[in-house]
């Protein structure tokens, strides 16, 4: 089956359910002052680009770009589906934001995610892409939950 990447709308019916899952996920996972997961409505919103990834008719992850300042962009929300992750979707749609932002003649890529548990998997596949930690940035905080990363193009 043929993996493809295009943008979406984080609105649309066939989307919003994986979309309203990961935040519940990002609440489950994290103290309630600590989610910065953007809600779907925010994530359609002028700013920021938003893509899915599917197998074939089947809805595998999505991920955003959001422009925090010219040249520096913050890769938001991604996510696989439950049942397809371990299969290379998280690395291809990371892959497909890279390229994205190089594309775009952005100089550098930053996120921030959380430290526990929930949150290692993410890690591990961001610093084998060449993700490094960094200091907080765009307003995040620096305490213990947090974690911010951050790449050159």
């Known amino acids: 089956m043929t993996f493809s990447i295009r943008k979406d709308n984080p609105l649309r019916a066939e989307v919003r359910p994986l979309v309203e899952f990961h935040l519940g996920e990002m609440h489950r996972a994290s103290p309630a002052c600590m989610v910065h997961a953007m ?57 497909f934001l890279i390229r994205e932002a190089t594309a775009r003649g952005l100089e550098r890529l930053s996120l921030e995610t959380g430290t526990g548990e929930a949150f290692a998997n993410a890690i591990r596949l961001y610093e084998r892409n060449g993700f490094e930690r960094c200091a907080p940035f765009a307003g995040y905080a620096n305490n213990d939950f947090s974690v911010c990363m951050t790449r050159a193009l």
């Open 39 to 95: 809600p779907p409505d925010s994530l359609a919103k002028d700013g920021v680009d938003f893509f899915t990834g599917w197998q074939g008719e089947e809805l595998a992850g999505f991920g955003a770009l959001r422009l925090i300042e010219p040249g520096h962009a913050e890769l938001k929300s991604m996510r696989i589906a439950p049942a397809l992750r371990g299969q290379g979707f998280g690395r291809a749609i990371l892959h």
